[in-house]
């Protein structure tokens, strides 16, 4: 009884797989032709100067990226030892110091608006 049981079990696992496999093969739409079509002329290769080029622009990007988070990390800090927060100091009361000086930094760019 068991190996028959067991022998089921492993027949309809095998199905199932056999199904969620072939089922997205099946739900393909009617623009999937045309898509095809267009693809071969995207898929193109690339030369080595076109990779060169595109590897240059995506760095400078991320350099731009880079270069704008940290001007506004530096500005935010500047906001906020300007409303009294010092940064080197060790202090035990870390958070609450921080959270007085983004308290008073919103309220003096509330007042200046």
């Given amino acids: 009884m068991r190996s028959t049981t067991s ?4 027949a309809a696992a095998v199905a ?3 199904l969620g496999v072939a089922a997205p093969s099946f739900a393909q739409d009617a623009s999937a032709p045309a898509a095809t ?3 071969p002329a995207a898929s193109a290769p690339l030369t080595k100067e076109q990779k060169a080029q ?5 760095r400078a990007q991320h350099k731009a990226e880079r ?3 940290r001007a506004k990390n530096n500005a935010e800090l500047k906001k906020l030892e300007d409303a009294g927060y ?3 100091n060790n202090d035990p009361n870390y958070p609450q110091n921080i959270q007085d000086a983004q308290k008073k930094a919103a309220a003096a760019a509330g007042a200046s608006q």
Avoid: G, I
């Fill in 7 to 10: 022998k089921l079990t492993l």
């Fill in 16 to 18: 199932a797989f056999a």
């Fill in 37 to 39: 079509q267009a693809a």
């Fill in 54 to 58: 595109k590897r240059k622009e995506a």
């Fill in 67 to 69: 270069k704008a988070a």
């Fill in 86 to 88: 010092k940064p080197a």
